[in-house]
């Protein structure tokens, strides 16, 4: 058992003991002292758990947004793991997406394009992209419409691949449609073109 094992066990033992001894004190009968003995054991037992699993829950944040519209911009705040995470729609399809100004262009997994009816087949050769993960080979197509909080995209072209797994990636081309946008104190600011009377 390590140090941190031992320090673990100590914790959590005191921590049944205090309410433990708060009922003996109040002289209440064996089988209820008994029964709240166990519940304040699973409770704190409960707690231990999280406690001890801190790391692996932290990963879980990726899958939370905190993602408003103020005014005309939308606001996202980073997420856990230091990424920023949108929720998009893809020609009506909803999808969690990573927006990366890495990238180039903006990627679907295989099943979020076939979802939204995004043709790849009309592409005769997969692009060559380079990522950080070395050479992926993709199909393009065209997502009809993507929508992210007060921004709409139109029209906007992407790479398919099953390299990609289930991970959805915002582009480049897309943020380069913006007017602006910028990270402030853990946020990020997209702020869309104005809109053009027709």
């Known amino acids: 058992m390590t140090g941190d094992q031992k320090y673990d066990v100590l914790i959590f033992a005191l921590l049944i003991l205090l309410p433990l001894s708060g009922l003996m004190a109040r002289r209440v009968r064996l089988g209820r002292l008994v029964f709240g003995a166990l519940r304040w054991a699973v409770i704190f037992a409960i707690g ?5 699993q801190r790391e692996q829950l932290t990963g879980l944040t990726r ?9 005309s911009e939308t606001r ?3 997420s856990g793991d230091g990424h920023f995470w949108a929720d998009v729609q893809i020609n009506g399809v909803s999808r969690r997406m990573l927006i990366d ?10 099943q979020t394009a076939q979802a939204a009816g995004i043709d ?16 992926v080979a993709a199909r393009t ?8 909080g007060s921004v709409v995209a139109r029209d906007l ?20 449609q913006l007017h602006s946008w910028r990270v402030e104190e853990g946020t990020l600011i997209l702020d869309p073109r104005p809109r053009t009377p027709n």
Request: glycine fraction near 10%.
């Open 48 to 52: 231990l758990l999280v406690v001890q």
């Open 101 to 110: 100004s890495g990238a180039t262009t903006t990627a679907l997994s295989v």
């Open 141 to 148: 197509g065209r997502a009809d419409r993507i929508v992210l």
């Open 157 to 176: 072209g992407v790479v398919v691949s099953p390299a990609f797994g289930d991970t959805n990636v915002i582009g480049m081309n897309f943020l380069s």
């Open 76 to 78: 996202i705040r980073q």
């Open 120 to 135: 790849t087949e009309r592409s005769p050769f997969p692009a060559l992209l380079n990522t950080a993960n070395g050479p």
């Open 63 to 71: 899958f939370l947004t905190d993602q408003r519209v103020v005014g």
